[in-house]
């Protein structure tokens, strides 16, 4: 159990994890840990490299003072005698760089200690954010006790050891890797939250978007919530449902498809491999339901108009700048595409109480989250359905008696 084999340490070491359960729970939200995350939230957005990538100048401004004090009040007679579950193991997925940072601060304010193993695929992004943490930890030395980020290969007999570190495991990624992990036993009394690949959608008035005078933030926020990651991220629309009559949809099409694209052409470059994978699979969905239509006047943008509504979409929906789209006149007829495959839905022209209002009534299995155009990469404490901060605290219950005598 002394050693871990053939693991890179980017925060802590090999003392600081053979160490790290004898490091007591805290308390959620705590005072230390607020004042933590606001020094950490300063380093990075004074960091000059960092404001060449959004998403993590995002977490930056994410984890400043104000928004988190705003989280705790949210939560507010919820976290009365609470503590942490101890320490958490997170396995960080490799689409969306950023994410670790954000599952380890979720973990961090329920007063926990952390362990996380990054993906073998080094990212700036990364480096950035591990840089501000140090550079925080200096301030925080009680700190470093509480806190290891690791890299290594896939490897079942470390992941093994790790786990039989952990209170609570947390695993971001695909079925394969998620079942893979799970042949890791954990202690008996420890967890696991696990987040699986997913997809999402958008959605758009055709009618309300043909009035919008000027689209430009529209088409930038689109931009952020696609482009930006490939459209691997689990939140990032892949299906596009339009709402509307024929007409307005047809109009509303051609002017959003046409901004898209001269917003895109000097702003993303379109892998090789990713080009390949959308025209595979738009012929293979050509080839396998009639009368689609494939529209793309170059390979920077491919979009598939089905001719009907149908769940086996999603198993077609790929990144890189890869769209399905589907025609509606009203929004409950898409209630059927909805399914445990979509997680986030992007709006434009709708309210989203009616919306949530119409998956709770017709007790639809899929989105669990409702958000305007530019919000789709938002992280919230509430993930797939799941309160992280009520998952990774301990509530001791108790009881108010008479007192007697």
Not at 6 to 32: V, Y
Not at 86 to 106: D, E, I, K, W
Request: aromatic share 10%.
């Amino acid at each position: 159990m002394n050693d871990f084999g053939n693991i890179k340490f980017m925060l802590g070491t090999q003392d600081t994890l053979l160490d790290i359960r004898n490091q007591k729970p805290k308390s959620p939200f705590s005072d230390e840990i607020i004042c933590f995350f606001d020094s950490l939230s300063k380093n990075i957005r004074n960091n000059k490299d960092s404001r060449s990538f959004s998403d993590v100048m995002t977490f930056g401004f994410w984890c400043r003072k104000k928004g988190i004090l705003q989280y705790k009040e949210q939560y507010g007679d919820r976290l009365k005698a609470t503590l942490g579950r101890g320490t958490t193991l997170h396995f960080a997925p490799s689409n969306v760089p950023v994410m670790f940072a954000y599952s380890m601060a979720a973990a961090l304010l329920s007063g926990n200690n952390v362990i996380v193993r990054l993906s073998s695929k080094r990212s700036a992004q990364t480096d950035l954010i591990i840089n501000g943490l140090k550079k925080t930890l200096n301030e925080f030395p009680e700190m470093k006790h509480r806190m290891v980020i690791c890299c290594y290969e896939h490897d079942k007999a470390i992941t093994d050891k790790m786990s039989q570190l952990c209170d609570l495991r947390i695993v971001w990624g695909g079925d394969e890797t998620i079942n893979e992990i799970r042949k890791s036993p954990l202690p008996p009394t420890a967890l696991e939250l696990s987040f699986r690949s997913r997809s999402s959608m958008a959605m758009i008035d055709a009618a309300i978007f043909r009035k919008i005078e000027e689209t430009g933030d529209i088409v930038r926020e689109f931009y952020n919530d696609t482009f930006l990651y490939d459209q691997n991220a689990c939140s990032s629309p892949r299906i596009i449902c339009w709402v509307g009559n024929q007409e307005d949809i047809r109009k509303a099409k051609e002017r959003f498809w046409y901004e898209v694209s001269v917003f895109t052409r000097n702003r993303y470059y379109l892998e090789p491999a990713l080009a390949v994978k959308k025209r595979e699979t738009s012929f293979c969905l050509a080839a396998n339901v009639p009368d689609v239509k494939i529209i793309a006047d170059d390979n920077l943008i491919v979009r598939v108009e089905l001719p009907h509504l149908m769940q086996e979409a999603w198993e077609y929906s790929v990144p890189g700048g890869f769209f399905i789209e589907i025609n509606v006149e009203k929004v409950e007829e898409a209630l059927p595409i909805f399914t445990a495959k979509c997680q986030t839905l992007s709006c434009l022209g709708f309210s989203h109480e009616k919306i949530a209002g119409l998956l709770v009534e017709n007790q639809v299995s899929g989105i669990d989250r409702i958000v305007d155009f530019g919000h789709a990469l938002d992280f919230s404490l509430t993930w797939d359905g799941i309160d992280l901060i009520e998952n990774m605290i301990r509530k001791i219950k108790y009881y108010n008696k008479r007192v007697v005598g």
